[in-house]
Nanobody
Framework: QVQLVESGGGSVQAGGSLRLSCVASGFGSCTYQMSWYRQAPGKEREVVSLTEGSGRTRYSDSVKGRFTASRDNAKNTLYLQMNNLKPEDTAMYTC?????????????????WGKGTQVTVSS
């Protein structure tokens, strides 16, 4: 069973940086698209970055140029380097893995979510 555990959140001042990590277990031989989402109080959850199994990454316009997602497939870990943080980046950040392959033990399109890590940016 796939499990995702995020870490690295915290409280920083505007302009600061944080690096989030999402460690996955249970991937087996399947490949996964991995994403970072965030949800601020009173707002809908939004996608921050989406990294395909190939490594290609797309970002939301609100974080483009400030955030960088990367993945270490050997460690089954997804990272999110967040620079020049702004108060509006304050949110719960959650990692999601979506199965990209089908076959024995691989359920194409299945989503798995972590529990999240809180990021708070003060002005």
């Amino acid at each position: 069973q796939v499990q995702l555990v995020e870490s690295g959140g915290g409280s920083v001042q505007a302009g600061g940086s944080l690096r989030l990590s999402c460690v996955a277990s249970g991937f087996g031989s399947c490949t996964y698209q991995m994403s970072w989402y965030r949800q601020a109080p009173g707002k809908e959850r939004e996608v921050v970055s989406l990294t395909e199994g190939s490594g290609r990454t797309r970002y939301s316009d609100s974080v483009k140029g400030r955030f960088t997602a990367s993945r270490d497939n050997a460690k089954n870990t997804l990272y999110l380097q967040m620079n020049n943080l702004k108060p509006e980046d304050t949110a719960m950040y959650t990692c999601k893995a979506t199965t990209e392959t089908s076959g024995p033990g691989c359920h194409y399109g299945m989503d798995y979510w972590g529990k999240g890590t809180q990021v708070t940016v003060s002005s």
